[in-house]
């Protein structure tokens, strides 16, 4: 019970504990996922600024700070496993999609050369 109180803490502040022992587990896990979501929000809004910043001063990069908040998105919903294999599917689905324009692409020249 330790973690809840201190994820609870952590996340949106001090909250009575009588109030964490009424919450059912789900209330308490949305209520985190949306804690987490405001937390990248904020993030996300420093990004934007830093993004405009940069742009003014010489073009620096800020695609590593995009690229976290992106990733911890992700993580809110799923775990590590799910979104590798998420990435992996994808990865495949376009490599099949891929070769299957191809093939099209060659056989529709094929019709066309045949036709000259």
């Not at 998420?86 to 050369?113: G, P």
């Amino acid at each position: 019970m330790d973690y809840v109180f201190a994820t609870t803490q952590r996340l949106i502040g001090y909250v009575p504990e009588r109030e964490i022992w009424q919450m059912t587990p789900r209330y308490w896990r949305t209520l985190m996922k949306g804690a987490r979501h405001r937390r990248l929000d904020t993030l996300e809004d420093g990004l934007f600024t830093a993004n405009a910043m940069a742009r003014m001063n010489n073009g620096a990069n800020v695609k590593p700070q995009k690229r976290y908040i992106e990733e911890q998105r992700e993580l809110i919903d799923k775990d590590k496993e799910q979104v590798r294999y998420e990435k992996w599917v994808d990865k495949h689905r376009r490599k099949h999609v891929r070769k299957k324009q191809v093939a099209d692409m060659d056989a529709w020249l094929k019709t066309v050369n045949e036709n000259r």
